[in-house]
């Protein structure tokens, strides 16, 4: 019989095993078919209980490392026929909203100067684990094993609903609906408003992943230029003077990809403009927390009169943490919660209160300080090395993660995003940004580069050899 001791072996114990195991196996040093030491053996030798050795063998097996053959013992598993490879760069070039979005998610590229969020590192991820080590062991053992309410955690939503009041934007909590991000938040927002062949106004350029969910909606979108200091409001009027779109979707604050804000005068008469015909607004805030509060926000303005404001902790938390949310006028709301019941049911408590805990613990503040510190150290040496270079750099405040770059003639933005891929090295196109980009040329070549990786001297050898081949 085991020792009572050897229940409460702890789980570093059992993962240490089980990775050294696994790592043998990956070298080759313990071949497919190797029958595993029995448990009193590996027990003894390891110097750990036989409930450890039993956990880390399951997990090898949950893994796909080994099999239990029952009353013989667990064997390494022999590899299988078909391999995944990585595909190759041709594949995975950013030249359209499917391929930009692949190669973010499944990054193959060391060089990531098209990638929407910052690195790992900047994330402080040593942080996040010993956060998330602290809420497993102290503050989150009441988490039930049930859905949740569809609404979300209600001391996150309390104490969101406290952050947008600093904004000045005063809502309950009852006005504030938890989604699995800003895509998921985007998502609920055209399922509930938008029907096939409405038409809606974007920015142009503007957030791609939001013209894939148009598109599959079969939603006409009217693109509305943007400038430096927000929309081009004369484009909009002259569109409204010829469609009835029923909603804007815009970014008002560091917009992606051009990395420029809103102006409080041209806030003002936007608003003015969705009043007098009667569409509504979507405002999309995903870098809010790294913006002043008195940042001239939509939703300040309107008091979520006529905008629904979504917003997100993906951008400047972590992207493996999947909680955004909106806020909103009840009615809106609570006819959103009903979507996204219907839909998913609900989304994860446990994530919800890991964000909760990091925001309540001083955490997330602190992370916040030092990734404007990043940003703002990063922003003007990658505005320079650009300039340097003779691209058009267009003015891009502090507290947000692009520079929206223009290239010079002689060099199309495909062609450059498919050579860069030759070398390794991820590009976001500017086309992508468009939503009429398909079966249209637009006039404007132009990227869009990530501030934390602009530096990187392998990504600016080789826009130099680039610009000299052209000229």
């Not at 996150?156 to 006005?175: D, H, K």
């Not at 450059?416 to 891929?421: E, G, H, K, T, Y």
């Not at 590009?427 to 249209?440: H, I, S």
């Given at each position: 019989m085991?020792?009572?001791?050897e229940d409460?072996s702890?789980?570093s ?5 089980a990775?050294?195991i ?21 027990a003894?030798?390891?110097?750990v ?11 090898l097996a949950?893994?796909?490392y080994?099999?239990?053959?029952p009353?013989s013992?667990?064997y ?7 391999h ?15 391929s930009?979005l692949?190669e973010?998610l ?18 402080e ?24 309410t ?5 001391p ?20 504030v ?17 938008l ?6 106004l974007v920015?142009s350029?503007?957030?791609y992943p939001l013209?894939?969910k ?14 430096a200091?927000g ?18 979707f815009?970014?008002?604050l ?9 102006s ?8 003015q ?13 995903p870098f ?7 940042a ?5 303005l309107?008091?979520?009169e006529?905008?629904?404001?979504v ?5 400047t938390l972590?992207?493996g ?5 909106i806020a909103g ?8 919660c009903?979507?996204?019941m219907v ?6 408590d446990?994530v919800?209160?890991?964000v ?20 703002d ?7 320079k ?17 692009y ?5 010079p003639?002689?060099i199309?933005e495909?062609g ?6 030759e070398?390794?090295?991820f ?14 040329q637009?006039?404007l070549?132009a ?9 990187d001297?392998?990504?600016l050898?080789f826009l130099?050899?680039a610009?000299?081949?052209a000229?």
């Open positions: 085991p020792h009572p001791e409460a702890p789980d114990k059992v993962e240490a095993l990775r050294r696994a790592q043998s196996i990956e070298q080759g040093t313990v071949l497919p078919g190797t029958r595993l030491r029995s448990i009193r053996d590996a003894a030798k390891d110097g209980g036989r409930n450890t050795v039993v956990e880390a063998y399951n997990r949950a893994r796909g080994v099999e239990a053959r009353g013992g667990y390494v598993r022999k590899p299988s026929s078909v995944a490879q990585a595909p190759a760069p041709h594949v995975t070039e950013a030249v359209d909203v499917v930009l692949r973010q499944e990054q193959h590229y060391e060089v990531r100067v098209g990638d929407g969020r910052p690195p790992a590192s900047w994330m991820g040593s942080e996040l684990g010993s956060s998330l080590r602290r809420a497993r062991s102290q503050g989150l053992t009441d988490i039930e094993h049930g859905y949740g569809p609404w979300g955690y209600l996150l939503r309390e104490t969101i609903a406290r952050m947008l009041g600093e904004r000045t934007i005063p809502v309950s909590p009852r006005q609906l938890l989604t699995q991000g800003a895509n998921h938040a985007l998502d609920l927002i055209v399922r509930h408003l029907d096939a062949g409405d038409e809606v920015d350029p503007g957030y013209f894939g148009l598109k599959l909606a079969k939603v006409e979108m009217l693109g509305v230029p943007r400038l200091d929309p081009d409001l004369d484009a909009l009027q002259a569109l409204l003077e010829k469609h009835r779109p029923k909603v804007f815009t970014q008002s560091a917009h992606n990809p051009t990395g420029g804000s809103i409080l005068p041209k806030a003002h008469r936007l608003l403009m969705a009043a007098a015909h009667g569409f509504l607004v979507v405002e999309d805030d809010a927390d790294l913006q002043p509060p008195n001239p926000r939509l939703a300040a309107d008091q979520l006529r905008v629904i404001y917003s997100s902790f993906s951008k972590s992207a943490l999947r909680v955004g949310y006028a009840a009615h809106r709301i609570n006819a959103l009903d979507l996204k839909t998913v049911v609900s989304t994860s446990f919800e209160r890991v909760h805990q990091l925001i309540s613990a001083g955490q997330y503040r602190r992370h916040l300080s030092r990734l404007k510190a990043r940003l150290s990063a922003l003007g040496p990658a505005q090395a650009l300039a340097r270079l003779g691209l058009t750099v267009h003015p891009s405040p502090p507290g947000g993660y520079l929206w770059v223009e290239l003639h002689g199309t495909l450059l995003a498919r050579s860069a891929a070398r390794g090295i590009l976001a196109p500017g086309a992508v940004f468009f939503p009429q980009r398909q079966g249209q637009q006039p070549q990227m869009r580069v990530n501030v934390a990786y602009a530096n001297p392998r990504f050898r130099q050899g610009l000299k081949a000229s």
